[in-house]
């Protein structure tokens, strides 16, 4: 296996000495998904199977006055139709689904529109059918009549006092503190964070770079497009097929906006193509039952792709001022930040982890944070790998590479001396435990990349630094054990990149089995424990942990089967290795399973975990990039990630997710963006003009792994899929700087823009 | 989409009656890569989908005894850049064959297509005018000949009736120290449309030093492709060196009338008429010159 | 209208017959009618390359052809790749490699590399980008997938 | 006694004092506890028996997921922070 697969450098921990951990097995599901065989949420073949198509609406925003469907449901071929008044009245409840709490009203009027549509795209009806097309020909009967209100889509028009409001009654809450303003407007939250003098720190710093910065609006851009089908039987129990990051949370989405006990309610998860934060909420799967109830049939719905794009949650679009200022020696004395974001057609967005991220990679004693989440006429903004972190490190980093341009430090350097570390107290209050940060800037320092010269005209290299929290959360498991000494292992967290196997590779470990033979199963919401959603880097981490109390318990009991045999106390049988011993008796794992059922039956071990000693994953991000000066166009020639990963468990996925997540980054980077017409018009709602990178667009992308163990995971697991899309903006921004002069301070940095800058500057032929 | 009737008819003769019966509600499938696409996204409705790959003229490549090329309306992309033979004699038409779409694209998508599709962005067409191309179209009148810079009319109109259907390109035989050469400029490396597309053609005077000849064509700056007249008239006689080509470039920009929408800001495609006729200029002039004719596989930073 | 069209086609060497409506894709067919799911639907427009299938030895986007266009002719689809014992170089390199998260733009990809190698058995990095631009991957970042294209060339190789 | 931080956008509750010291073994009589002395914070931090929409309550450098019942110890550090909201 030696060959051309490259692995990634990695920086180990001195203690390490695992056996199954830090090996690469081919992943549990591999030859399904090689073959085609794998069943995706759009694979889902059930006897009776119809199927839906939904109606968006055209205008971005509107009143609705009234919907006829009479006709579509009249059409041949058609056997439901659906509108939200079939949804019963949620009022204003906030439900705590498992990430965080939902205003249920508002996730389902964006799952059907209640009397406002309020972006291009949003859900308005819809019809099933014998097959997809018909359900579409009905859909052009539903007459729709909507009174078309004024559309406003930036952020910043959006606060202005006289802003045509999307809520009427909003009132924006204030956090954190819980309380709330008292004049309506289209801001949803103000978050405001405050510590020390910042204005006697700006007064006194020796140097002082203030900036603004803007992105856009950019999708998650899986290749599957969301698909649910549900079935509601005659006996009221509805089960649902879904791609979604988690299936608990699927479910109690679900049975909240439908008002039916959880009990009622099963989802399947089916192998999901892709999600990046943006398949946990449920757009389909309500809609989908309320069809079902409606036909007596199964109904599946797949969106279509510019019904990905006009109608599921991007991240937000955002306007940023950050101030910074050094002494001397470059330290970091006061920072400032006031940033915007839009969260789209509905309040809550994604503004919290961005007040919290923007200075956390530094010790700075003197800050002023103040952070908006703004409701504008686009689509419901959610996570996006990361979710808030990418923007304000875009900017962050940008103003720190200015301010080594100006001390004539290198920028590691001057990072290296600012870096957050164990007992660095972040501005938003807590102190962070072990983390790795100084460790991967001295891990970028000396790589063979930072140290080779970069040559040629218009190139250009840049360094960016990137950080985010990784989250703990609920998970269970349940393992069976074979008398053939193989272990059955049932877990609820959808599986996106590997983690059925990392996971396994975890309970191996603690059995001291190989992974091939755990044969582990992502099970649905009626046959293992409640778990969380696939996000926020949790699952390798948490799901892992539940793995790793499940092997302890099977430990547990087989020390007690052993004990028999040897009749001998059970806490007299010591485990190691994958060996049972007392005294002089010892016995494998494999040979002991054989007599379990002859010693009180085969074993089921389970574990519900919720653990709390989660911690925070750095990046450092190279980039070396070229600029065609005359067309404005950047190609990136060589790119190192180096990230902080506590142990990686399996360092090829470990890997694939520090690639991914640098690939997407240079996308934002470069080329992806909604672009939007006055209307509030979505223009490029396709894969070909929503420019996601090709395989021909980036190299490859090297890795470094630094192993600093989290002191709170038995194995020192500390989450790493989100932070590897954060530094890349950051670090193309830097780099067209080196390359060019020209500092870029608008996102996505596409080759007209550009251009553009290039000419203002001069530097330009033409 | 509405269903359609679909009929797969094995002669020109058939064809064209079943246009002239069906007239407006009768549409020609070749690849089928955009046609399919504009049915499915309601941009156009057809009650009947004439499907043209039985037909033997339109599939085949045929080598004239004059020595030039007949190109059938509905050969796909794949088997053009696929031909040595081709790629030798038409070389800015197979660097545009390359890079419609992907490789998946270029397996149905045709030069024939790709034309009565009439985009002003389309690739394959400054290609074709460079390398004066005609096309040969039948229809319930009997058989005509228009060149292929004469064909589009405005953005996805062209001078076909009711009736009629494109059979196949007719290309001129190739001439002595001659080359071409297609570049387009895209935001990324693949799967783009053009933002501006430039095709080139020349031939070099004795010596090679000289151009005796030079035809230009750009795309994405007009309703239509569009001839760049005056940057071409001015290069003949002119020395074969990057100062004229930049200079013909310059010129190109005049022919240049772009709108600004998502794919590029107007006052940006005219600079990139300039970058781009200078680059296809100097592509021609190499392959004038003995150089490479394969579609260049992009490379480093001159991606376009 | 309406009338379903009857279509006689070979698809991984056994022949096969359906009945559609024109406006159904190949893509629809294959996996609605015909059960073969793994070509995928990314786009349904021709942008993303997972449902690619070889038509006549030639790699297509099935979204983009008619299914009725299918007549008489031949196609290969992910399905095909493996033999009942043991899994093409390419599927093996992909999971050594871990050349797959998600996995739903692995049936096109492979497909679509397995064209390349049958017709350019020692392709640059370069032709493998440029050939698989056509697929999109999300998750990737298209390192492993080079890379495994890369180690399948060289173990066909070998085993020639 | 926990030492409780108090956000900015929370201290006209406290007379502008950023920090301040109260007793109780949970959250839910820690909070208790600084309603009586500071009266409106139950009201902004607990709703229907949750922390409040919105925010999150870091222990001891940990955001905890254990809501009004999360342990507090006798030298514990509370912070008030952002919930991810809909995050992840």
Redesign the interface.
Not at chain 1, 583 to 608: H, P, Q, V, W, Y
Not at chain 2, 10 to 17: F, L, M, S, Y
Not at chain 2, 274 to 283: E, H, I
């Given at each position: 296996m030696s060959e051309n697969f490259n692995h990634a450098q990695i920086i180990k921990d001195p203690e390490d000495n695992y056996k199954i951990l830090g090996t690469r097995p081919v992943r549990h599901d591999g030859v399904d998904k090689v073959t085609g065989r794998a069943v995706y949420a759009n694979d889902v073949q059930l006897q009776g199977l119809v199927e839906a198509a939904i109606l968006r609406s055209p205008e971005a925003h509107a009143r609705i006055l009234s919907i006829d469907t009479s006709e579509a449901e009249a059409h041949p071929g058609v056997l439901a139709v659906t509108t939200s008044a079939d949804f019963p009245d949620l009022g204003d409840k906030v439900a705590n689904l498992g990430e965080g709490p939902v205003n249920l009203a508002h996730l389902a009027a964006n799952c059907l529109a209640k009397d406002k549509v309020l972006y291009k795209g949003h859900a308005v009806a819809a019809v099933a059918a014998q097959n997809v097309h018909i359900a579409r020909e009905a859909l052009d009967l539903i007459k729709v009549e909507y009174e078309p209100l004024p559309v406003i889509t930036d952020a910043l028009e959006a606060m202005k006092d006289g802003a045509p409001l999307l809520h009427e009654g909003l009132l924006t809450n204030l956090v954190p503190g819980g309380g709330k303003a008292e004049t309506p407007s289209n801001v949803s939250d103000h978050h405001h964070f405050k510590r020390g003098d910042t204005e006697a720190a700006f007064e006194a710093a020796h140097i002082v770079v203030e900036r603004e910065f803007t992105t856009q609006t950019v999708h998650q851009g899986y290749i599957e497009p969301h698909a649910a089908t549900a079935h509601w039987n005659q006996d009221g129990q509805l089960t649902v097929w879904a791609s979604t990051q988690g299936s608990f949370s699927a479910r109690e989405q679900t049975s909240e906006v439908l008002q039916v006990p959880i009990s009622k309610v099963k989802v399947i998860p089916c192998e999901i193509g892709g999600g990046f934060g943006g398949k946990i909420p449920v757009y389909l799967e309500p809609v989908a039952a309320v069809l079902s109830r409606k036909c007596g049939r199964p109904v599946k719905i797949q969106m279509t792709r510019d019904g990905v794009f006009e109608g599921t949650g991007p991240t937000p679009a955002s306007f940023m001022r950050i101030k910074l200022g050094v002494d001397e020696t470059g330290k970091m004395t006061a920072g400032e930040a006031w940033l915007a974001y839009d969260t789209g057609a509905f309040p809550g967005g994604v503004i919290g982890p961005g007040v919290m991220c923007v200075f956390s990679c530094y010790d700075i004693e003197h800050a002023n944070i103040d952070g908006y989440d703004v409701c504008v006429n686009k689509p419901w903004t959610k996570a996006y790998r990361a979710p808030g972190s990418t923007h304000v490190a875009y900017a962050i980093e940008s103003v720190v590479d200015e301010l080594a341009e100006k001390l004539e430090m290198d920028p590691i350097d001057l990072r290296l001396l600012n870096a957050a570390r164990e007992g660095t107290k972040r501005v938003d209050g807590p102190v962070y435990p072990r983390i790795g940060l100084i460790e991967t800037l001295e891990a970028a320092k000396n790589h063979d990349h930072y140290k080779s010269p970069l040559e040629g005209p218009n190139r250009g290299r840049g360094v960016a630094a990137g950080f985010w929290f990784n989250i703990g959360l609920k998970s269970a498991a349940t393992a069976h054990v074979n008398a053939d000494g193989t272990v059955t292992l049932l877990e609820g967290s959808t599986d996106i990149g590997g983690t059925r196997t990392s996971i396994s590779m975890q309970l191996a470990e603690t059995l001291g089995i190989a992974a091939e033979d755990i044969n582990p199963k992502v099970a649905d919401t009626d046959s293992v424990g409640y778990t969380d959603i696939t996000g926020g880097s949790r699952v390798t981490f948490a799901t892992g942990l539940a793995a790793v109390e499940v092997g302890k318990d099977i430990i547990s009991q087989m020390k007690g089967r052993a004990a028999k045999l040897w009749e001998c106390e059970a806490a007299d049988v010591e485990f190691s290795d994958g060996v049972f011993s007392q005294e002089d008796n010892s016995i494998s794992f494999k040979e002991l399973c054989a007599k379990l059922n002859t010693t009180g039956g085969l074993i089921t071990a389970r574990a519900s975990v919720d653990p709390q000693g989660f911690t925070n994953g750095f990046g450092v991000h190279i980039c070396d990039l070229e600029v065609d000066v005359e067309t404005g166009k950047v190609q990136i020639l060589r790119y190192t990630a180096l990230q902080d990963a506590g142990k990686a468990i399996h360092p090829s996925y470990v890997e694939g997710q520090m690639q991914g997540g640098s690939v997407q980054g240079i996308g934002w980077a470069l080329n992806e963006e909604y672009l939007f017409d006055e209307k509030g018009h979505m223009l490029n709602p396709t894969m070909l003009d929503y420019r996601m990178p090709t395989a021909l667009d980036v190299p490859m992308i090297d890795t470094v792994i630094i192993e600093v163990p989290n002191p709170s995971h038995p194995f020192g697991v500390r989450g790493v899929g989100e932070t590897p899309i954060v530094p890349p903006p950051g670090a193309i921004a830097n780099a067209v700087k080196n390359a060019t002069g020209i500092r870029m301070t608008d996102l996505p940095m596409s080759p007209p823009r550009v251009h553009s800058a290039i000419m203002e500057n001069g530097n330009g032929t033409s | 989409m509405r269903d359609f009737e679909y009929k797969a008819p094995a002669t020109i003769d058939e064809a064209v009656t079943l246009l002239a019966e069906r007239g407006s509600e009768a549409r020609v499938l070749a690849g089928g890569t955009d046609i399919i696409v504009q049915l499915r996204e309601g941009l156009k409705e057809a009650g009947l989908v004439v499907d043209v790959k039985k037909i033997p003229e339109l599939m085949s490549l045929t080598w004239r005894d004059d020595g030039g090329l007949d190109i059938g309306g509905a050969v796909p992309c794949h088997v053009l850049y696929n031909d040595t033979k081709v790629v030798n004699a038409y070389p800015a038409i197979t660097d545009s064959a390359k890079i419609i779409g992907g490789w998946q694209i270029q397996g149905r998508a045709s030069l024939g297509g790709n034309l009565c599709n009439s985009s002003p962005a389309a690739d394959s067409i400054p290609a074709l005018i460079v390398e004066s191309a005609a096309c040969r179209i039948a229809g319930p009148e009997g058989e005509r000949h228009v060149p292929v810079q004469e064909f589009c009319t405005a953005p996805g109109a062209n001078v076909l009736t009711e009736g009629e259907m494109l059979v196949s390109l007719a290309l001129p035989p190739v001439g002595e120290s001659s080359g071409s050469r297609y570049m387009r400029f895209i935001p990324r490396n693949e799967m783009d449309i053009a933002v501006t597309g430039a095709g080139a053609w020349l031939r070099l005077g004795e010596g090679g030093e000289t151009v005796e000849e030079a035809r230009l064509a750009l795309s994405a700056v007009a309703p239509t492709p569009v001839v760049a007249d005056e940057a071409q008239a001015w290069l003949q006689g002119k020395p074969a060196t990057e100062e004229s080509f930049a200079e013909a470039g310059d010129i190109a920009r005049k022919a240049a009338a772009p709108i600004s929408d998502m794919r590029g800001p107007a006052d940006y495609r005219t600079h990139l008429v300039g970058v781009l006729v200078k680059r296809a200029l100097n592509g021609a002039l190499g392959r004038a010159r003995g150089g490479d004719r394969n579609p260049v596989t992009p490379s480093g930073i001159n991606l376009c | 209208m309406g009338k379903k069209i009857h279509v006689s086609t070979t698809i991984n060497g056994e022949a096969v017959e359906f009945l559609c409506e024109a406006r159904q894709s190949f893509l629809e067919v294959l996996r609605d009618t015909l059960t073969l799911t793994g070509a995928k639907e990314g786009c349904n427009n021709g942008n993303c390359g997972a449902c690619t299938v070889l038509m006549n030895g030639v790699p297509v986007d099935s979204c983009l052809v008619l299914a009725v266009e299918a007549d008489g002719a031949e196609f290969e689809t992910v399905e095909s790749i493996a033999t009942e014992e043991h899994l093409h170089p390419l599927q093996e390199c992909f999971l050594e490699g871990a050349a797959l998260q998600c996995g739903i733009c692995t049936p096109g990809f492979l497909v679509s590399a397995k064209a390349l190698l049958d017709n350019q058995p020692e392709p640059t990095e370069e032709e493998i980008r440029f050939e698989l631009s056509g697929n999109l991957c999300r998750c990737t970042g298209y390192d492993k997938i080079v890379r495994a294209v890369q180690t399948a060339s060289e173990r066909m190789k070998e085993v020639k | 006694m926990a030492i409780v931080?108090v956000?900015?956008?929370?201290q006209e509750l406290t007379g502008g004092l950023a920090e301040v010291e109260a007793e109780g073994n949970s959250l839910r009589r820690l909070i208790s506890n600084l309603d009586t002395a500071y009266p409106g914070f139950k009201?902004?931090?607990i709703?229907d028996d949750?922390v409040?929409?919105?925010?999150a309550i870091?222990i001891d450098?940990?955001?905890?997921?254990?809501g009004i019942f999360a342990e507090i110890l006798e030298d514990s550090?509370v912070?008030?922070?952002?919930?991810?909201?809909?995050?992840?």
């Amino acid at each position: 296996m030696s060959e051309n697969f490259n692995h990634a450098q990695i920086i180990k921990d001195p203690e390490d000495n695992y056996k199954i951990l830090g090996t690469r097995p081919v992943r549990h599901d591999g030859v399904d998904k090689v073959t085609g065989r794998a069943v995706y949420a759009n694979d889902v073949q059930l006897q009776g199977l119809v199927e839906a198509a939904i109606l968006r609406s055209p205008e971005a925003h509107a009143r609705i006055l009234s919907i006829d469907t009479s006709e579509a449901e009249a059409h041949p071929g058609v056997l439901a139709v659906t509108t939200s008044a079939d949804f019963p009245d949620l009022g204003d409840k906030v439900a705590n689904l498992g990430e965080g709490p939902v205003n249920l009203a508002h996730l389902a009027a964006n799952c059907l529109a209640k009397d406002k549509v309020l972006y291009k795209g949003h859900a308005v009806a819809a019809v099933a059918a014998q097959n997809v097309h018909i359900a579409r020909e009905a859909l052009d009967l539903i007459k729709v009549e909507y009174e078309p209100l004024p559309v406003i889509t930036d952020a910043l028009e959006a606060m202005k006092d006289g802003a045509p409001l999307l809520h009427e009654g909003l009132l924006t809450n204030l956090v954190p503190g819980g309380g709330k303003a008292e004049t309506p407007s289209n801001v949803s939250d103000h978050h405001h964070f405050k510590r020390g003098d910042t204005e006697a720190a700006f007064e006194a710093a020796h140097i002082v770079v203030e900036r603004e910065f803007t992105t856009q609006t950019v999708h998650q851009g899986y290749i599957e497009p969301h698909a649910a089908t549900a079935h509601w039987n005659q006996d009221g129990q509805l089960t649902v097929w879904a791609s979604t990051q988690g299936s608990f949370s699927a479910r109690e989405q679900t049975s909240e906006v439908l008002q039916v006990p959880i009990s009622k309610v099963k989802v399947i998860p089916c192998e999901i193509g892709g999600g990046f934060g943006g398949k946990i909420p449920v757009y389909l799967e309500p809609v989908a039952a309320v069809l079902s109830r409606k036909c007596g049939r199964p109904v599946k719905i797949q969106m279509t792709r510019d019904g990905v794009f006009e109608g599921t949650g991007p991240t937000p679009a955002s306007f940023m001022r950050i101030k910074l200022g050094v002494d001397e020696t470059g330290k970091m004395t006061a920072g400032e930040a006031w940033l915007a974001y839009d969260t789209g057609a509905f309040p809550g967005g994604v503004i919290g982890p961005g007040v919290m991220c923007v200075f956390s990679c530094y010790d700075i004693e003197h800050a002023n944070i103040d952070g908006y989440d703004v409701c504008v006429n686009k689509p419901w903004t959610k996570a996006y790998r990361a979710p808030g972190s990418t923007h304000v490190a875009y900017a962050i980093e940008s103003v720190v590479d200015e301010l080594a341009e100006k001390l004539e430090m290198d920028p590691i350097d001057l990072r290296l001396l600012n870096a957050a570390r164990e007992g660095t107290k972040r501005v938003d209050g807590p102190v962070y435990p072990r983390i790795g940060l100084i460790e991967t800037l001295e891990a970028a320092k000396n790589h063979d990349h930072y140290k080779s010269p970069l040559e040629g005209p218009n190139r250009g290299r840049g360094v960016a630094a990137g950080f985010w929290f990784n989250i703990g959360l609920k998970s269970a498991a349940t393992a069976h054990v074979n008398a053939d000494g193989t272990v059955t292992l049932l877990e609820g967290s959808t599986d996106i990149g590997g983690t059925r196997t990392s996971i396994s590779m975890q309970l191996a470990e603690t059995l001291g089995i190989a992974a091939e033979d755990i044969n582990p199963k992502v099970a649905d919401t009626d046959s293992v424990g409640y778990t969380d959603i696939t996000g926020g880097s949790r699952v390798t981490f948490a799901t892992g942990l539940a793995a790793v109390e499940v092997g302890k318990d099977i430990i547990s009991q087989m020390k007690g089967r052993a004990a028999k045999l040897w009749e001998c106390e059970a806490a007299d049988v010591e485990f190691s290795d994958g060996v049972f011993s007392q005294e002089d008796n010892s016995i494998s794992f494999k040979e002991l399973c054989a007599k379990l059922n002859t010693t009180g039956g085969l074993i089921t071990a389970r574990a519900s975990v919720d653990p709390q000693g989660f911690t925070n994953g750095f990046g450092v991000h190279i980039c070396d990039l070229e600029v065609d000066v005359e067309t404005g166009k950047v190609q990136i020639l060589r790119y190192t990630a180096l990230q902080d990963a506590g142990k990686a468990i399996h360092p090829s996925y470990v890997e694939g997710q520090m690639q991914g997540g640098s690939v997407q980054g240079i996308g934002w980077a470069l080329n992806e963006e909604y672009l939007f017409d006055e209307k509030g018009h979505m223009l490029n709602p396709t894969m070909l003009d929503y420019r996601m990178p090709t395989a021909l667009d980036v190299p490859m992308i090297d890795t470094v792994i630094i192993e600093v163990p989290n002191p709170s995971h038995p194995f020192g697991v500390r989450g790493v899929g989100e932070t590897p899309i954060v530094p890349p903006p950051g670090a193309i921004a830097n780099a067209v700087k080196n390359a060019t002069g020209i500092r870029m301070t608008d996102l996505p940095m596409s080759p007209p823009r550009v251009h553009s800058a290039i000419m203002e500057n001069g530097n330009g032929t033409s | 989409m509405r269903d359609f009737e679909y009929k797969a008819p094995a002669t020109i003769d058939e064809a064209v009656t079943l246009l002239a019966e069906r007239g407006s509600e009768a549409r020609v499938l070749a690849g089928g890569t955009d046609i399919i696409v504009q049915l499915r996204e309601g941009l156009k409705e057809a009650g009947l989908v004439v499907d043209v790959k039985k037909i033997p003229e339109l599939m085949s490549l045929t080598w004239r005894d004059d020595g030039g090329l007949d190109i059938g309306g509905a050969v796909p992309c794949h088997v053009l850049y696929n031909d040595t033979k081709v790629v030798n004699a038409y070389p800015a038409i197979t660097d545009s064959a390359k890079i419609i779409g992907g490789w998946q694209i270029q397996g149905r998508a045709s030069l024939g297509g790709n034309l009565c599709n009439s985009s002003p962005a389309a690739d394959s067409i400054p290609a074709l005018i460079v390398e004066s191309a005609a096309c040969r179209i039948a229809g319930p009148e009997g058989e005509r000949h228009v060149p292929v810079q004469e064909f589009c009319t405005a953005p996805g109109a062209n001078v076909l009736t009711e009736g009629e259907m494109l059979v196949s390109l007719a290309l001129p035989p190739v001439g002595e120290s001659s080359g071409s050469r297609y570049m387009r400029f895209i935001p990324r490396n693949e799967m783009d449309i053009a933002v501006t597309g430039a095709g080139a053609w020349l031939r070099l005077g004795e010596g090679g030093e000289t151009v005796e000849e030079a035809r230009l064509a750009l795309s994405a700056v007009a309703p239509t492709p569009v001839v760049a007249d005056e940057a071409q008239a001015w290069l003949q006689g002119k020395p074969a060196t990057e100062e004229s080509f930049a200079e013909a470039g310059d010129i190109a920009r005049k022919a240049a009338a772009p709108i600004s929408d998502m794919r590029g800001p107007a006052d940006y495609r005219t600079h990139l008429v300039g970058v781009l006729v200078k680059r296809a200029l100097n592509g021609a002039l190499g392959r004038a010159r003995g150089g490479d004719r394969n579609p260049v596989t992009p490379s480093g930073i001159n991606l376009c | 209208m309406g009338k379903k069209i009857h279509v006689s086609t070979t698809i991984n060497g056994e022949a096969v017959e359906f009945l559609c409506e024109a406006r159904q894709s190949f893509l629809e067919v294959l996996r609605d009618t015909l059960t073969l799911t793994g070509a995928k639907e990314g786009c349904n427009n021709g942008n993303c390359g997972a449902c690619t299938v070889l038509m006549n030895g030639v790699p297509v986007d099935s979204c983009l052809v008619l299914a009725v266009e299918a007549d008489g002719a031949e196609f290969e689809t992910v399905e095909s790749i493996a033999t009942e014992e043991h899994l093409h170089p390419l599927q093996e390199c992909f999971l050594e490699g871990a050349a797959l998260q998600c996995g739903i733009c692995t049936p096109g990809f492979l497909v679509s590399a397995k064209a390349l190698l049958d017709n350019q058995p020692e392709p640059t990095e370069e032709e493998i980008r440029f050939e698989l631009s056509g697929n999109l991957c999300r998750c990737t970042g298209y390192d492993k997938i080079v890379r495994a294209v890369q180690t399948a060339s060289e173990r066909m190789k070998e085993v020639k | 006694m926990a030492i409780v931080h108090v956000p900015p956008q929370m201290q006209e509750l406290t007379g502008g004092l950023a920090e301040v010291e109260a007793e109780g073994n949970s959250l839910r009589r820690l909070i208790s506890n600084l309603d009586t002395a500071y009266p409106g914070f139950k009201d902004r931090l607990i709703k229907d028996d949750l922390v409040a929409p919105g925010l999150a309550i870091s222990i001891d450098n940990v955001v905890t997921s254990r809501g009004i019942f999360a342990e507090i110890l006798e030298d514990s550090v509370v912070h008030i922070v952002p919930a991810i909201a809909g995050g992840h």
